[in-house]
């Protein structure tokens, strides 16, 4: 059996590291299927501490292609460069089917190239929903479903979304292959990380803040009252660690907001990181305030308190539980959430560590009879 994993922003290579060592696990221990995987990489994500870093340290393979697709550019335009780029891939590979994850234009674009040349498309982190159709996320991972023909869900609420708009074929619950990865990497990270050294940062004494999404980067009011809420919030016993993502870099630039950042020395602004340097920060933090969702979950799995800065989530879960708090992008709001203690409970829908081999039993029960 082929695959071809397609994928090109981080919460892809950390979901795809951990199911292609289920691959691995898989060809090393079953004889009568066997699974090629190839990997395609969008770039998507361009910067380096984003992109290379991340393949060693998660054990990714090299890709098998590389498209160069990433950059700040319209939505249009990145989907119509990779749509051109995976289909040249998806020709030489002609593989049985194409794995794509999450919601970005990478996860759109692989399912859109392969569906049209009607190669199966199977979909990891399948049936989430914010109802909030001006988030392109939104846009990309309700298309996405339409088009795949397995549908790996990461929650029961999930499936639920997915039966409320009519999808209920192919539709399986495997549990989150994110919290398989905190598992798998978390303690590695606790054993080689020195991020915490090299930032003078002790544990619980400051928050962590992640800011990439196009409906807060790209409106200058948003951005700017975020940016207004951390200069508050940072103080030097509790500073705020600022991970750049190059995209939030480039809009605070445009609406020239690195002046108010830079009248708060204890709001720390720092490059990228690489995967175990950033969940050592996730895992220690005080808070964390992100517009991913990704972080959202990390966050949980951490038990690390978690403010949204956006007006919703996919991961209503967290909130439930209440440890998450959604307090969008106003400054006197996101202040709020920071000083409110939730009643906090714990949360039985994430699987238990093992969503990656469900996914590859799944995958290979279903192909199998056609593949034999």
């Not at 919460?11 to 292609?20: H, R």
């Not at 079953?30 to 770039?43: A, D, R, Y």
């Not at 690390?304 to 709001?333: F, H, M």
Request: aromatic share 8%; with cysteine; proline share 4%.
């Amino acid at each position: 059996m082929k695959i071809i994993t397609i994928i090109g922003a981080r919460p892809q290579f950390i979901k795809a590291a951990v199911v292609s060592k289920a691959i691995t696990a898989h060809n090393q221990t079953n004889s009568n299927v066997q699974i090629k995987e190839f990997i395609l990489h969008t770039g998507q994500h361009y910067d380096q501490n984003m992109n290379e870093a991340f393949f060693h340290d998660l054990g990714l393979k090299d890709p098998d292609w590389q498209l160069n697709c990433g950059g700040i550019t319209s939505h249009t335009k990145m989907l119509a460069d990779m749509l051109t780029g995976i289909e040249k891939a998806l020709l030489e590979c002609r593989p049985d089917a194409a794995l794509v994850y999450g919601d970005t234009n990478s996860t759109l674009a692989g399912a859109l190239a392969a569906a049209q040349l009607h190669i199966p498309v199977l979909h990891v982190e399948a049936g989430l929903r914010s109802y909030n159709k001006q988030m392109p996320e939104e846009m990309n991972r309700v298309l996405t479903d339409r088009l795949a023909s397995i549908l790996f869900c990461p929650t029961h609420q999930s499936i639920r979304n997915l039966a409320k708009e009519g999808i209920t074929e192919g539709v399986v619950f495997t549990g989150d292959v994110m919290y398989d990865s905190t598992l798998t990497f978390g303690q590695t990270a606790g054993e080689t990380s020195i991020i915490l050294k090299k930032l003078n940062l002790q544990p619980k004494q400051y928050h962590l803040l992640t800011v990439h999404r196009a409906e807060n980067t790209d409106n200058p009011d948003r951005l700017r009252q975020i940016v207004n809420a951390l200069v508050q919030i940072a103080t030097p016993d509790c500073p705020v660690v600022f991970p750049l993502h190059p995209r939030t870099d480039f809009y605070l630039k445009s609406f020239n907001l690195f002046s108010t950042i830079n009248s708060n020395a204890s709001l720390r602004l720092i490059e990228p990181l690489d995967y175990p340097d950033m969940i050592m920060l996730e895992k220690n933090a005080s808070a964390i305030l992100t517009d991913s969702g990704g972080i959202q979950k990390e966050a949980y799995f951490f038990r690390t308190p978690c403010i949204t800065l956006r007006d919703e989530t996919e991961w209503t879960e967290t909130v439930a539980s209440g440890w998450n708090q959604i307090a969008g992008y106003q400054t006197k709001s996101i202040l709020n959430c920071l000083a409110t203690n939730t009643v906090k409970s714990e949360i039985d829908d994430f699987g238990d560590g093992h969503a990656a081999e469900k996914i590859i039993f799944a995958m290979v029960s279903i192909f199998e009879n056609i593949l034999l």
